[in-house]
C-alpha cells in the first residue's frame, strides 16, 4: 500500500512563488508515474503536472511557470509554482499510479489512471 503525504501550501501574491512537496512511503518501488492535480470550490479536480521515468507532461495553464521534478530515491515528489495567477488558486493533491496501469493515461493526466491520493495542500494567491 502506498500513501501520500503533501506540504508547502500557502497563501502568496499573484506573481510569487511556491514549492509543494508530497512525500511516498508504504510500497513505494510499485510506483510508476506521479502527478498533481488541483480542484477549486465548485469545479472538478484537473490535472497539472506529472512524470514518468523523467518524461514530464503539463496543462496548458501551467505550461512554462510550474515544475514537476522527483528525488533520485522517487519517493519526494514537487512542484515548483512560479509566476502564480489568481486562477491557480486550488487545493493541490500528489497522486501515484502504479500496476496495472495505462502509461499513456498516467502521463496525459487521466484522474482514473492514479490508484492513491493524498489528502491535499492549500495554495491561495492575493491580488
Known amino acids: 500500500q502506498v500513501r501520500l503525504v503533501e506540504s508547502g501550501g500557502g497563501s502568496v501574491q499573484a506573481g510569487g512563488s511556491l514549492r509543494l512537496s508530497c512525500v511516498a512511503s508504504?510500497?513505494?518501488?510499485?510506483?510508476?508515474?506521479m502527478g498533481w492535480f488541483r480542484q477549486a470550490p465548485g469545479k472538478e479536480r484537473e490535472g497539472v503536472a506529472t512524470?514518468?521515468?523523467?518524461?514530464?507532461n503539463y496543462a496548458d495553464s501551467v505550461k512554462g511557470r510550474f515544475t514537476i521534478s522527483q528525488d533520485n530515491t522517487k519517493t519526494t515528489l514537487y512542484l515548483q509554482l512560479n509566476g502564480l495567477k489568481s486562477e491557480d488558486p486550488a487545493m493541490y493533491y500528489c497522486?501515484?499510479?502504479?500496476?496495472?496501469?495505462?502509461?499513456?493515461?498516467?502521463?496525459?493526466?487521466?484522474?482514473?489512471?492514479?490508484?492513491?491520493w493524498g489528502q491535499g495542500s492549500q495554495v491561495t494567491v492575493s491580488s
Open positions: 497522486a501515484a499510479a502504479y500496476p496495472p496501469y495505462d502509461s499513456s493515461s498516467c502521463l496525459n493526466l487521466v484522474r482514473t489512471s492514479y490508484k492513491t
Open positions: 508504504g510500497y513505494t518501488s510499485s510506483i510508476v508515474c
Open positions: 512524470i514518468l521515468n523523467r518524461h514530464t
